[in-house]
């Protein structure tokens, strides 16, 4: 999955990015023939299953080998060909027909269809599954990786899966070792017996490596020898020794509880739940920093981790879900460190609610998406005006990635029932409300035109439906000094962007290692023209009705975050320019302001904000002080309450209903809406000449009539 290949896949369900695309392709073995590839005819998976015959000769001889171990069936020829072909398959993988589409299942997706009978039966085969066991190979192959994290929604299976994938790397290796831990160690407890054991025990002989049967098997499985004929099989054991002492155990929820041990697999449950300990700890001593060194060998990863989890317990610092959330933002596959490596080493992976709900799935293993997510939404809208559930219900159901840390609204700085209503209306829409674009100068000329791309797989510009309007955009004046040209903003009396930059190091006495997200909102103004003359009481009549204002709404969004600093600058740049207006820019992060001035672009930087009884200044941007904080607070809050229904972009949504004014840093979506508003208020730093003849203000009269 991770060393390329001439067959390629994308990922269509699950998601690897968190800033960034995530793991964009995982490499497939080479297409066999049609005639090679399985289950043609029926077009979707189908579990193997020994002939009835053949398993009633299979269960004789294996009776008859506890009595007389040299006993040897008359039909044993056909025994082993059946057996050893199901063996090939749960050791090479296979590729089968799912509806029309050759598909590849890896070896362990194999066997854990085949072979792993649960409490709920053998496992259906689900391309949520297949993708998963995808991202587990890739983490598995990839050098740099000690691992992964799966957040998805609470039943999904992700537990029954983590077990069979301990399970089968352990009992098939030599000298393998393999601990779990979960939220406590009661549950961890239980996880075991139930979700390996049970099923460890159901495994047809040719597949079970033989096991300490003196052992109680509450707290530990311990294998002393490979299945029978697995050299057969193609497991070669190095020094010829039937004993290869592999092992799984289980252990408390403690920090300690793995210190100093050497581990080859590793998966902890729940880890966004733990209360006991901390699972991952600024200073060093959580779970995750106890165990991570388990699995090395010097500089190289020896061992393999994963977990899956949903969260709770946000409200308890440094614990269960706060704790959790920091381990995730340090998982991010576009966030690597000069080693090739994320912070905490490990990749996230997250299946949407509506990719993952139990119930919808077609009979091919393809998610009933719009069915799912229209089930989950009436879900919520039950639970209106009841916010302490409401919050519980979508942490556990997410549909997106930002709301598997949602938080509830009770605490909201704003107003929640406005921005609950509109994530509905973002997510029923059938139409996308936004669009990706990439921008660019024409003919590769900066500082020419600006012009624009779709691009539906990474485009880093986000834009309303309507937008660009061919005729509010490149309104850049030229001016001429000397030999110099300098560049001028002409449309700043209609568009205001805010922009938060981005945050190299963690501030000072924040516990937090995840860098922000650099984001740029963008806004028509209010223009009274087209809106209307607005007062009190027609605000508040359109805000009953929900009036769709065609001014004083965003347009645009950038939020993503590319590696070269200059890259993002300049790609704030092009924006300033296709919309002909300035950036009211955080100053503490000045490298962008330096940035401006150094392409003769300084005028597209606004001035600092000050307030109505503040002299003005000419200083570049503002810094972001709690006096100013509470200044853009106030005003979303105006807005958020009376034109919030107007909001197409789900993150700046999301992060409003979750915005501590107390702690603005990682909420960057709000914090550049809020430097958004506050140049709305602003006059621009450009005054564009108005050549209008007096007459233009004059009523005309015909037949003594206003006419125009």
Request: net charge neutral.
């Amino acid at each position: 999955m991770y060393k390329e290949t001439n067959n390629p896949y994308s990922f269509q369900y699950i998601v690897t990015g968190i800033t960034g695309p995530g793991i964009e392709q995982v490499y497939l073995p080479e297409k066999p023939k049609e005639e090679d590839i399985y289950f043609k005819q029926e077009n979707k998976w189908k579990r193997p299953v020994m002939p009835a015959q053949l398993k009633k000769w299979s269960k004789e001889w294996h009776a008859q080998k506890v009595i007389d171990k040299n006993y040897v069936h008359a039909q044993a020829e056909k025994i082993i060909e059946w057996e050893n072909w199901h063996w090939r398959l749960t050791r090479k993988g296979m590729w089968i027909w799912v509806r029309g589409v050759p598909t590849y299942l890896t070896p362990f997706y194999v066997w854990y269809l085949t072979v792993w009978k649960t409490y709920f039966g053998f496992p259906i085969y689900r391309e949520t599954d297949k993708e998963l066991t995808y991202f587990l190979d890739y983490c598995c192959e990839d050098p740099n990786c000690y691992g992964g994290l799966v957040n998805t929604i609470r039943r999904y299976g992700k537990s029954s899966i983590f077990a069979a994938w301990i399970t089968y790397r352990t009992m098939y290796a030599f000298n393998h070792t393999a601990g779990m831990q979960g939220q406590k160690l009661t549950k961890v407890k239980k996880f075991f017996q139930k979700m390996i054991v049970k099923p460890f025990l159901k495994l047809p002989h040719y597949m079970q490596s033989k096991f300490d049967t003196t052992s109680t098997h509450k707290e530990e499985l311990r294998f002393d020898r490979l299945p029978d004929r697995a050299k057969n099989r193609e497991i070669v054991d190095e020094d010829d020794d039937d004993t290869f002492e592999s092992v799984i155990d289980f252990r408390a929820s403690g920090t300690d509880e793995y210190d100093g041990e050497v581990l080859d697999s590793y998966i902890i449950e729940e880890p966004g739940k733990i209360t006991e300990s901390s699972i991952y700890s600024e200073e060093g001593d959580g779970i995750w920093d106890v165990v991570k060194p388990c699995l090395e060998v010097g500089p190289r990863i020896r061992g393999k981790a994963f977990a899956g989890t949903t969260v709770e317990f946000l409200n308890i610092a440094d614990r269960g879900g706060s704790a959790y959330r920091e381990l995730f933002y340090d998982s991010d596959f576009n966030q690597k460190q000069a080693d090739g490596r994320t912070k905490s080493g490990l990749y996230t992976c997250f299946i949407p609610g509506d990719c993952a709900f139990h119930g919808f799935v077609d009979e091919y293993g393809h998610p009933m998406r719009m069915e799912a997510r229209a089930t989950i939404l009436q879900k919520r809208e039950s639970y209106k005006g009841r916010a302490t559930k409401l919050a519980g219900y979508i942490r556990r159901f997410p549909i997106s990635m930002m709301e598997i840390f949602y938080v509830n609204p009770e605490a909201c700085s704003f107003d929640s029932e406005v921005l609950q209503e509109n994530l509905t209306r973002i997510d029923q829409s059938v139409v996308p409300l936004t669009t990706p674009l990439d921008l660019f100068w024409e003919n590769n000329i900066p500082y020419t035109k600006v012009l624009w791309r779709h691009n539906n797989k990474n485009g880093w510009l986000h834009i309303a439906n309507g937008w660009p309007d061919m005729e509010q955009c490149n309104k850049v004046n030229k001016l001429h000094v000397g030999d110099k040209v300098f560049y001028q903003p002409m449309n700043d009396e209609k568009i205001a962007i805010g922009f938060d930059p981005i945050q190299h190091r963690t501030p000072k006495g924040r516990k937090t290692s995840r860098e922000s997200r650099p984001v740029a909102m963008v806004k028509l103004k209010y223009d009274s023209s087209i809106d209307g003359i607005m007062d009190d009481e027609l605000e508040r009549q359109r805000r009953v009705e929900k009036y769709p204002y065609k001014t004083n709404r965003y347009i645009a969004m950038m939020h993503t975050r590319p590696n070269d600093p200059n890259l993002l600058y300049e790609r704030l740049l092009m924006l300033c320019w296709l919309m002909g207006c300035s950036a009211h820019i955080e100053s503490q992060k000045g490298a962008v302001i330096n940035y401006f001035y150094e392409k003769n672009c300084g005028d597209f930087v606004m001035a600092k904000y000050t307030a109505a009884n503040e002299a003005p200044s000419d200083s570049d941007g503002t810094a972001s002080t709690p006096r100013l904080i509470e200044e853009y607070v106030n005003e979303l809050d105006h807005y958020i309450t009376n034109y919030g229904h107007t909001m197409d972009f789900r993150e700046q949504v999301e992060d409003a209903l979750i915005f501590d004014p107390n702690d603005p840093t990682p909420h960057d979506y709000t914090v550049a809406s809020g430097f958004c508003e506050l140049a709305c208020k602003m006059k621009p730093r450009v005054k564009v000449p108005d050549y209008r003849d007096v007459s233009d203000f004059m009523p005309i009269y015909r037949n003594g009539k206003i006419v125009g």
